[in-house]
């Protein structure tokens, strides 16, 4: 056994101060914490009265009534329609942004910052923001929410199909490369054939996030199921508006539970 | 087809000098096998003579075509009558042996005529003749990454016959195959450069492989060429130069089995 020599740097303190840039974000968020808090508005009587009236809303919602089953199954094919056609899309239009954005196929570096640009744009601005802005232009219905989810489709496709594409394996495309192959040849040769299960599986989450906001997206006009939802609310046809809430949660579950059971098979 | 290297240097944008005036000329239909330690400059000549790198200085010309003053078609062109067999196979995995088989034919008929889907039914048969050569006819249709090394590095000289080359550069080929493997690689592969009468440049750092194949052994060191002997007539004390250590006569006689490796 040698000896225990005390190296020459103290171990380090138990506590440290967090650094002044740490305090300063931390008072930031405090702030806006307590002050969000305070304009809440919450106090106790008004919690007890919301569970009330939410009571009173599940005891009149219930049963759901199935009188206007068609139009609601009608409104959430709509749905759906909306959800596959904007992906569909949005995806036939992602692959060559992504391949302009990506850092190895991309044809120049002007290129790609432009289009890096423009899908974070798109991504930023929410597809709620979006169905409004279309609405204006094509005007109340399905297109509108179709071009919202295209809008929405890109700006998440778009980014993990250019991640994807620029973690492959470059030595299967300098092979074709140096084999004579042009750009071209390379990107299909090798490029897209090794990226293509992930885009599967990417273009499926894509349709789960769709569905999801193809339901929303009727709020505001954009066709679908969520104009009959906000019609039955106005008018309290409760025991409707649960029908169709019922309607959406069996939709979107088995639509996250086909795309799961997909997207397990191929990656 | 003939290779002739003059005073190329090549220097990396960080300032690494990788190659220092390089002479070199092979002959058509020569085997040239190049040595020398990792880092040497060896993969990088090889870049170089595909017109993958920019040359610093010097000129390459191929069968007297300069690489480095083709651009484009002409470049492609010239690269389409070049076979690389690299040493992880290069292939593309979740296709079919087929299809990367298929795929040597990319620079001489472009994208349509070499996918599967659309490619013409005499290039098909002619994929499955290659196929045949290397003894994997009855794999066409698996998908490639569910083949053995050795298997793989076959499919990858079966899409070097699908291309019609009349050079081959073999970048350390065996390296990462076993012993046996390895060997029957590089008997498929010498028996077709052979068969075509092709000119062949091969990094290897097995030199036991290195003295059997050769016609011509090229050692490297330092991106300088310091040897260049018909093989058999390196002697030991240059070998341990060319690797800065010792080398064991074992190392040296042909075709023994279990060799040892130089890395």
């Known amino acids: ?267 | 087809m003939d290779v002739v290297i003059n005073g190329v240097g090549k220097t990396y944008p960080d300032g690494t000098e990788v190659l220092r005036n390089v002479d070199l000329t092979i002959g058509s239909g020569e085997g040239v096998v190049l040595l020398g330690a990792n880092g040497c400059g060896k993969s990088t000549l090889l870049r170089c003579m595909l017109g993958l790198e920019t040359l610093s200085q010097g000129t390459i010309s191929l069968g007297g075509q300069s690489v480095s003053q083709l651009k484009g078609r002409q470049l492609r062109q010239l690269r389409s009558q070049i076979g690389s067999v690299f040493q992880q196979f290069n292939l593309v995995g979740n296709l079919s042996v087929f299809q990367n088989v298929l795929f040597g034919r990319l620079g001489n008929d472009g994208l349509l005529r070499s996918l599967n889907l659309t490619c013409s039914q005499e290039n098909r048969e002619r994929a499955m003749y290659c196929l045949d050569r290397v003894g994997l006819a009855q794999f066409a249709a698996k998908r490639t990454d569910s083949l053995s090394g050795g298997q793989q590095q076959r499919v990858a000289i079966a899409r070097m016959l699908m291309q019609d080359v009349r050079i081959v550069f073999a970048d350390e080929p065996v390296a990462s195959l076993d012993p046996k493997a390895g060997r029957e690689v590089m008997d498929l592969l010498f028996e077709v450069v052979h068969e075509h009468k092709l000119t062949v440049v091969c990094v290897l750092h097995q030199l036991e492989l290195a003295n059997e194949y050769a016609q011509r052994l090229v050692g490297l060191k330092a991106g300088r060429v310091v040897l260049d002997l018909p093989p058999n007539k390196a002697s030991k004390a240059e070998l341990a130069a060319l690797y800065d250590r010792e080398i064991d006569s074992a190392e040296l006689l042909n075709g023994t089995e279990g060799a040892c490796y130089a890395n």
């Open chain 1, 1 to 267: 056994m040698q000896t225990e020599t005390q190296p020459e740097t103290s171990s380090p303190k138990r506590f440290q101060s967090p650094s002044v840039f740490a305090w300063v974000i931390l008072i930031v968020f405090l702030a806006f914490f307590l002050q969000g808090l305070g304009s809440a508005d919450i106090s106790v009587m008004r919690l007890v009265k919301g569970s009330q009236n939410l009571g009173q809303f599940f005891a009149s919602a219930i049963p759901p009534s199935t009188s206007r089953l068609d139009v609601i199954a009608k409104a959430m094919l709509e749905t759906m329609n909306m959800a596959i056609v904007g992906v569909t899309f949005g995806v036939i239009l992602s692959l060559p942004i992504a391949l302009l954005c990506a850092r190895n196929t991309s044809p120049h570096f002007l290129v790609r910052v432009v289009m890096i640009n423009l899908v974070a744009t798109l991504r930023t601005i929410p597809d709620l923001i979006w169905a409004l802005i279309f609405v204006v232009a094509v005007g109340l219905g399905p297109l509108a929410g179709i071009l919202a989810i295209i809008m929405d489709t890109i700006g998440f496709c778009a980014r993990f199909f250019a991640e994807r594409i620029e973690e492959i394996n470059p030595k299967p495309g300098v092979a074709l490369k140096a084999s004579g192959a042009s750009r071209t040849s390379v990107i299909a040769g090798a490029v897209l054939p090794e990226c293509f299960p992930s885009f599967v599986a990417t273009s499926l989450y894509s349709v789960e996030k769709a569905v999801r906001s193809a339901v929303v997206l009727g709020l505001v006009g954009a066709g679908g199921i969520g104009v009959e939802l906000t019609s039955a609310m106005n008018l309290f046809r409760y025991k409707e508006a649960l029908t169709i809430i019922l309607v959406v949660l069996i939709v979107v579950i088995l639509v996250e539970q086909v795309s799961k059971a997909v997207r397990a098979r191929i990656m």
